[in-house]
C-alpha cells in the first residue's frame, strides 16, 4: 500500500508549538487506533513519541501529543527545544490482508 | 533491558547474497512480533518483512521471492536472509519489536546495519 502522506518540512522557534499531519486512508488511519509517531536523529535509530493515536510511552516529555480525526493523525510539539529538531515519522497498523503496516513519508522539524 | 544487536550487513555485488542477524535481550523472539525496516541514503523508512508469533510472514513486493525473514529461538535471534540483492536493496536496515501485539508500535529498534549493493 501508499505510504501515509506527510509534509516534507515543518519548523518553528524555540517554545513555540508545531503539528506535523499524518495523511492516510479509511484502510489504515481511518480504520484503527493504531497510529504511532517516531523521532529520528540523524544515524541513530528511530524512537517512539506516541502510541495508539495519543499515549506516551514512559520517558517521553509530554510536549508531545497526538490526535486523530478521520483519516488524518497529528503530532503536536507544543514547545520546541533545540533537541526536538530531527525527523519524524508516523506509522499505522493497516490489517492483516495485505502488509499489516505503512509508514508517514516523514517530516523534517526545524528549530530556528 | 530491552535490547536489540544486529550484526551482518556490508558491501555485496548485485546478485549476490547477505543474511542479516538481530540477537534480542531482554525478551523471547519466538513470543514477539517482529520485523525488518529500511531506510535508502536520504530517504524515509520502509517496512521490508514482518512474522508474527505463529509464524505469520509478510514481505512488501519488490522483495518477495528473494528475502526470507525467520527466527532461531536457541539463539534469540531475528534473521533476514537477501538473496539476489539489487543496488535498489541498498539501505540501512533495523530490526524492530511490535509491542504489546502486533497492531502495537515498534520498540525496541536495533542499531541499525547498512547494507550496500554496488559492483
Known amino acids: 500500500q501508499s505510504a501515509l502522506t506527510q509534509p516534507p518540512s515543518a519548523s518553528g522557534s524555540p517554545g513555540q508549538p508545531v503539528t506535523i499531519s499524518c495523511t492516510g486512508t479509511?484502510?489504515?488511519?481511518?480504520?484503527?487506533?493504531?497510529v504511532s509517531w517516531y523521532q529520528q536523529h540523524p544515524g541513530k535509530a528511530p524512537k517512539v513519541l506516541i502510541y495508539?493515536?495519543?499515549k506516551r510511552p514512559s520517558g517521553v516529555p509530554d510536549r508531545f501529543s497526538g490526535s486523530k480525526s478521520g483519516n488524518t493523525a497529528s503530532l503536536t510539539v507544543s514547545g520546541l527545544q533545540a533537541e526536538d529538531e530531527a525527523d519524524y515519522y508516523c506509522?499505522?497498523?493497516?490489517?492483516?490482508?495485505?502488509?499489516?503496516?505503512?509508514f508517514g513519508t516523514g517530516t523534517k522539524v526545524t528549530v530556528l | 533491558e530491552v535490547l536489540l544487536v544486529q550484526t551482518g550487513g556490508g558491501l555485496i555485488q548485485p546478485g549476490g547474497s547477505l543474511r542479516l542477524s538481530c540477537a534480542a535481550s531482554?525478551?523471547?523472539?519466538?513470543?514477539?512480533?517482529m520485523g525488518w525496516v529500511r531506510q535508502a541514503p536520504g530517504k524515509g523508512l520502509e517496512w521490508v518483512s514482518v512474522?508474527?508469533?505463529?509464524?505469520?510472514?509478510h514481505y512488501i513486493n519488490s522483495v518477495k521471492g528473494r528475502f526470507t525473514i525467520s527466527k532461531d529461538s536457541s539463539k534469540n535471534t531475528l534473521f533476514l536472509q537477501m538473496n539476489s540483492l539489487t543496488v535498489e536493496d541498498t539501505a540501512l536496515y533495523f530490526c524492530?519489536?511490535?509491542?504489546?501485539?502486533?497492531?502495537?508500535?515498534?520498540?525496541?529498534w536495533g542499531q541499525g546495519t547498512p547494507v550496500t549493493v554496488s559492483s
Open positions: 524492530v519489536r511490535a509491542v504489546p501485539t502486533a497492531s502495537g508500535y515498534f520498540d525496541p
Open positions: 512474522i508474527f508469533i505463529a509464524g505469520t510472514t
Open positions: 531482554g525478551f523471547t523472539v519466538t513470543n514477539s512480533y
Open positions: 479509511s484502510s489504515d488511519v481511518g480504520a484503527y487506533n493504531y
Open positions: 495508539e493515536v495519543s
Open positions: 506509522s499505522s497498523y493497516a490489517g492483516s490482508n495485505n502488509f499489516p503496516y505503512v
